[in-house]
DNA sequence: CCGCTTATTTTCAGCCTGAGTACAAGCGGA
DNA sequence: TCCGCTTGTACTCAGGCTGAAAATAAGCGG
């Protein structure tokens, strides 16, 4: 690895200007009892982080290290979620912030208190439509949305303005799509409905802002991590790490629902799983939870070797 | 965004050891007669880069001025790939190369001489089956990852490795996924089959390694590259920042077919573009190309705001 | 007009999907 | 004990999408 293309490399001496630096910042995501996770610390609610340093063997490593260090959470399955860097533009200093996607069974905390595990849809509300659609949307986000929109310069692109809103949100019987959280969260937040977007000090603060706000941009970067990991479940076998070894198919069920913010076929989702060969059963029943018991199963970890591919796919259900 | 969360940065003079350099890298991609191409510079086969600097307004602001600066190239359409950074470990600095994606139609060079447009599959020959499996992979890869495989510890892991490379590959009656081209060449790296691997001084380089290499790690970049257009095509309408502003129907189905690696069914290629109305007729028909004129499309630009999930998902042929 | 090339339309069977219905098995109270 | 409630499991069915192939159309050159 030594050679290094000519003329692309700036001298030590002016390098040193360019020099950042780099936050490893982490999404640790868990379900419990039917509701989707995140791990915060702090006060307010931030997400774990720290800088990436010399000693670390890798970014993925880096972020293990802080993530332990800050909450006692070990992690299991990671991936890098993006780059920000258009942030903390303070004086001459630049940072970047890595940010990495986590998924995790909730342990009981050992010692570290400042952990807390704050629920998805404290933050975006407006994303959970397991109930049907939330008032909050019809309510608060809407018409703020519209009077966004028409306050914009010339006509074209008022409405290009309520046709955005329009799709992010599903107004005008257009379908609800989850994956959209993170284009719903950008918009909120150029329509200024989000309290991060009045924190410069130029705007005024609205008031009853939806949705808790978090840190700096960490609700962006939340936002983010939900995009993701909606699109991910569809077609990577990823729920699994977020559930008990053994389980039931409602279970399994239930878990996705949670992380998809909407409700799915039950047949469909058992015969999905079923002809995909995700699983397999224990013999065993489960505790009586009300009715009849249910079956026991557990993960058919062969089929990540079988198909690189294979995933969840989603018979969701419409509204 | 004033606000910091408490305890999880360091203070000024701690965090000056943590301090990187942060490269920006291009994968530059275009599709000329039927084969795609990336841009290059220098003698050595290096992707456009340079460090992002204090001037750059952001991320991608910075990576465009590079490229533009080096290669005169006018970046359209760019996304980001994936941040790297277990590499370059040469004493106390530490480099983070934050690469992307860009997708553009190749000019004819203007001034800039160092530039240099080479195909995809002169640096991964085994990833063009258009025309079949190529005959490397047979002759080459599968002896040599059998060879690999045969050399692991125990015979657990013999299995695992030959399991592995036939899966990456299509071996054993497994049907060939073009999108697994990082996997691919991660494993060839990991069997140390492709020159990068061995340039660590250390190991015996073997004879006649096949693919062009690129500097540093470009190569494995230029992978990542491949492999997300590859998966991209699928589900978003991408193509079309590769081909002219009017086109027929085959020269769009070229475009994908060189993009992918493989052929596609004609007719049911035309249905789906029609059925998604990603096009529309200009109403002119195409100077001969030999056979019947063909008529001439447009896309509709529109399609971007109908449904953002809109893509082309590609009725591809199977082997 | 024939043979060649490429473009465009149709057809058809199989699979997957969304949606709904029916049946099974446990529990607890009337 | 029977009934109603809850949860689990099985089956059906129509529509849409897909892969594959055949058929038809339109230009060119001899």
New interface residues.
């Given amino acids: 690895?030594?050679?290094?293309?000519?003329?692309?490399?700036?001298g030590r001496a002016e390098?040193k200007?360019?020099?950042?630096?780099?936050d490893l910042t982490a999404v640790v995501v868990a379900v419990n009892n039917r509701d989707p996770c995140v791990l915060t610390?702090?006060?307010?609610d931030?997400l774990?982080?720290?800088?990436?340093?010399?000693a670390h063997?890798?970014?993925q490593s880096g972020l293990r290290v802080?993530v332990e260090q800050?909450t006692g959470q070990p992690l299991g399955y990671v991936e890098?979620l993006?780059?920000f860097?258009?942030?903390?533009r303070i004086g001459?200093e630049?940072v970047?912030s890595?940010t990495y996607l986590a998924l995790t069974r909730e342990e009981v905390a050992t010692s570290s208190s400042?952990r807390r595990w704050g629920s998805w849809y404290d933050y975006f509300p407006w994303e959970d439509h397991r109930s049907g659609t939330p008032p909050v949307i019809g309510d608060v986000l809407r018409p703020r949305l519209i009077e966004w929109a028409d306050g914009a310069a010339d006509s074209a692109r008022r409405l290009e303005r309520r046709?955005?809103a329009a799709?992010a949100f599903g107004f005008d019987d257009r379908a609800w799509?989850e994956?959209?959280a993170l284009?719903r969260y950008e918009l909120l937040f150029e329509a200024r409905i989000v309290e991060?977007a009045t924190?410069?000090g130029h705007s005024t603060a609205l008031a009853s802002v939806p949705g808790r706000p978090m840190?700096?941009?960490h609700r962006r970067i939340l936002a983010t991590g939900i995009a993701r990991l909606r699109s991910k479940i569809k077609y990577r076998p990823v729920v699994f790490e977020l559930i008990p070894p053994v389980f039931t198919l409602l279970q399994l069920q239930r878990t996705v629902e949670a992380l998809a913010g909407r409700l799915i076929n039950k047949p469909n989702f058992r015969r999905l799983i079923e002809q995909q060969e995700l699983v397999e059963e224990t013999g065993e029943t489960s505790v009586d939870t009300g009715g009849r018991p249910a079956k026991l199963y557990r993960f058919r970890h062969a089929v990540l070797?079988?198909?690189?591919?294979a995933g969840t796919k989603l018979p969701l259900a419409r509204a």
């Fill in positions: 690895m030594g050679e290094q293309p000519k003329g692309i490399r700036k390098r200007a360019s020099d950042v630096k780099a610390i702090g006060q307010e931030a774990p982080s720290g800088p990436f340093e010399l063997r890798s970014l802080w800050q890098q993006y780059t860097a258009d942030r903390d001459t630049r970047i890595i400042r046709r955005r799709v799509n994956e959209l284009q991060e924190r410069d840190v700096a941009d070797d079988e198909t690189p591919m």
